[in-house]
């Protein structure tokens, strides 16, 4: 056969085929494969401006001081409360309280115990009521 | 495909980088895949080169000056791809690319993936006895019915010279069947 010409006949094709369905999954395994950037998950804390977290802070710590002041407001006894307590429940001597007195406070009852600044008459009223030998 | 220059910005910006390289793989799989098979002939072969002119495609889209087509400049890549490839193989097996492609050819009668008649058969022996260039030419304008002035983007090869090379090969190709 002599009388081939290329142009003369039909288009030959080169006779290769894929396996099937390969292209389907082709572009899948290209993305896999390719060196992707990958998106920077930005903290929610770095998106929002410095002075939305700094008012955020002083709100939160607003609110925590109200509800902790509310919890640890103590009752001050009143002080007929605290003579009562002295005088009935505690076991509190002079010794105790002195140390508990400053100098000055101590000098102060000295004096409103001077002897001058009581009046015989108030002396006399009180020692008629008690029960006291002037031997004692 | 949408203008060149706004699909080349799509796939610079990372945000939309993903979405646009996946539409050019859809869309340059099967014809860069006859491309390379043509080349290298065997299907195993061409999947690792068709995988790989991707990934230099991708790697090397910021160096990409718009000076040629997008198509012209993803084939010159899948074209020296594929030659590369040749040249390896031939290297590692301290052979020639010939010999490489004589084997490859000697392959494809049991290759599943060639569904070629005798006439077919005898054709790619035929292109197989060219020089290299010739080769290319005849099969991107033969099997793959691309315009002299595609294949001279491609290869940087004159529009004259590559009608040249056509010719040439389609004579050797008519004198081996005759003799064959």
Known sequence: ?136 | MQDEKAFIALLLNPKTQETAFRQLVSQYSKPLYSHIRNIVLNHDDTDDVLQNTFIKVFQNLKNFKGESKLFSWIYRIATNEAITFISTKAKKANTTNEEVQQKALQNLQADEYFEGDAMQLKLQQAIAALPEKQQLVFKMKYFEDLKYEEISDILGTSVGALKASYHHAVKKIEDFVNSH
């Open chain 1, 1 to 136: 056969m002599n009388d081939f010409k290329l142009d003369s006949e039909p288009r030959i094709k080169p006779g290769f085929k894929a396996p099937d369905a390969y292209f389907e999954s082709f572009a899948d395994r290209v993305m896999l494969s390719l060196p992707l950037k990958e998106v920077k998950v930005v903290p929610l804390y770095r998106r929002r401006p410095v002075w939305v977290t700094s008012v955020a802070a002083v709100f939160i710590l607003s609110l925590s001081l109200i509800f902790t002041r509310k919890d640890t407001v103590v009752q001050m006894p009143d002080n007929a409360a605290i003579e009562n307590y002295l005088l009935y429940q505690a076991n509190v001597s002079s010794y105790d309280l002195s140390q508990n007195l400053s100098k000055k406070e101590i000098s102060d009852m000295d004096k409103s115990f001077v002897a001058d600044e009581i009046s015989d008459e108030a002396i006399e009223e009180y020692l008629a009521g008690e029960n006291v030998s002037i031997y004692e």
